[in-house]
């Protein structure tokens, strides 16, 4: 099995360019090499634990919202940063439209 990382690029405007930047910064680390010494340590077939990780990562609501924190925060902090250097209305402005997008994004984990 291969996997490949993230390598596109996309607007800034894009409506999806957070995500697409988290999986472009997390698919550079091949995880294969963990699953199978997992598989090898316990016994658990390659394809059980990829079907594992997977399933437990997208019911997991919270917990995949917190698996994306460091990134997600270090955007959110950026905007607040840029508002703040600024110091105007129409700065804050967009930094709320930002921050705005960004949290319309991470609740679309906890659709059901």
């Known amino acids: ?3 490949f990382p993230y390598t596109d690029t996309w607007d800034a405007h894009d409506p999806h360019a957070n995500f697409k930047a988290d999986v472009a910064h ?3 680390v091949d995880p294969l090499p963990t699953v199978y010494g997992l598989s090898a ?6 394809t059980c634990l990829i079907r594992y990780i997977l399933a437990k990562y997208a019911t997991s609501n919270a ?3 917190l698996a994306t924190g460091p990134l997600v925060l270090q955007q959110m902090e ?3 940063a840029a508002a703040e250097t600024e110091d105007s209305d129409a700065a804050r402005l967009r930094a709320y439209g930002a921050l705005r997008e960004i949290v319309s994004w991470l609740r679309a984990g906890l659709a059901e």
């Open 1 to 3: 099995m291969k996997l």
């Open 26 to 28: 997390y698919t550079v």
């Open 41 to 46: 340590h316990t016994g658990i077939p390659v």
């Open 63 to 65: 917990d995949a919202l």
């Open 78 to 80: 950026e905007k607040i």
